[in-house]
């Protein structure tokens, strides 16, 4: 099991950047897929962005609606991964949460056991 903290959410203006961050205890944070979910008022929690751990070669996915948008970024020496949004639209606006699988990655909620406490963006004129 692996403790999350995320950080960096805050409202933001269309056109804007953030920058996300999800702190991960544990010694094994490098074996862990990470992946970063989403979800907005009476809509289901959706797939961002995830990035595999070591043993499937850090590779990463998005979703089409962030795809060029948001980059997944993973430092294991502070066991931290990050989202970087630029480019942000009104309709980013969500609680974000990121969640740790000890297997591969996966765009499907219900398959990781670990999750943060979530932080708000907000993007608004």
């Known amino acids: 099991q692996v403790h999350l903290v995320e950080s960096g959410g805050g409202l933001v203006q269309p056109g804007g950047s953030l920058r996300l961050s999800c702190e991960a205890s544990?010694?094994?944070?490098?074996?862990?897929?990470m992946g970063w979910f989403r979800q907005a008022p009476v809509k289901e929690r959706e797939f961002v962005a995830g990035?595999?751990?070591?043993?499937?070669?850090?590779?990463?996915r998005y979703a089409d609606s962030v795809k060029g948008r948001f980059t997944i970024l993973r430092d294991n020496a502070k066991n931290t991964v990050y989202l970087q949004m630029n480019s942000l639209k009104s309709e980013d606006t969500a609680v974000y949460y990121c969640?740790?699988?000890?297997?591969?990655?996966?765009?499907?909620?219900?398959?990781?056991?670990?999750w943060g406490q979530g932080t708000q963006v907000t993007v608004s004129s």
């Open positions: 969640a740790a699988r000890q297997s591969a990655l996966s765009v499907i909620a219900a398959h990781y056991a670990d």
């Open positions: 544990g010694r094994t944070f490098s074996r862990y897929a």
């Open positions: 990035i595999n751990g070591q043993d499937w070669f850090w590779s990463t």
